[in-house]
């Protein structure tokens, strides 16, 4: 799927596991329009808390332009992940006004968090595909802020793909 609302300066990140030990080259986001003149993407990876939440940050990779024709943007890193739940995503930055399109994953649920939060249980059939921090300008923030159920969405993350040397 694609969107263009995943919100300027929204840190959108989803779990991914790891199963065995990578080393990662490269990591990439794809765009199928073009945002405004000064829209980026930054790409990052964070651990898991133990908490079955982002902790704290591994890797800022930077940003890629989205603000021209569509591309796959990929991003030269050098990461070694061992066994165990990552935290990947980015954050669209520097598109008040025009949002790229951005490739997204849809309809997964976040298996860690199918345990209610908060007072009341939720309806059937939620799904939860991200998580996310506002008020993300700059470089990544060290540690993700677990703030509340607020935390939880349902909207989709971006795509955030790697490769392994």
Do not use: C
């Amino acid at each position: 799927s694609t969107t263009n609302n995943l919100g300027n300066n929204n840190l959108r990140l989803s779990s991914a596991v790891i199963t065995s030990t990578v080393t990662i080259s490269r990591l990439w986001v794809e765009h199928t329009a073009a945002g405004e003149s000064t829209a980026v993407f930054r790409i990052g990876i964070y651990a898991d808390n133990g908490n079955g939440w982002p902790g704290s940050l591994i890797v800022d990779a930077g940003t890629v332009s989205m603000a021209g024709a569509a591309a796959t943007q990929e991003v030269t890193v050098n990461v070694t992940l061992t066994p165990g739940v990552y935290w990947v995503g980015g954050v669209v930055q520097g598109a008040a006004t025009t949002q790229p399109t951005v490739r997204t994953i849809n309809g997964v649920t976040m298996e860690n968090h199918n345990i209610p939060f908060g007072t009341t249980l939720p309806g059937a059939g939620i799904t939860r595909t991200s998580v996310v921090q506002g008020g993300v300008t700059g470089s990544l923030p060290s540690t993700f802020a677990v703030l509340s159920t607020s935390t939880i969405s349902g909207s989709a993350p971006a795509r955030v793909g790697f490769k392994v040397s």
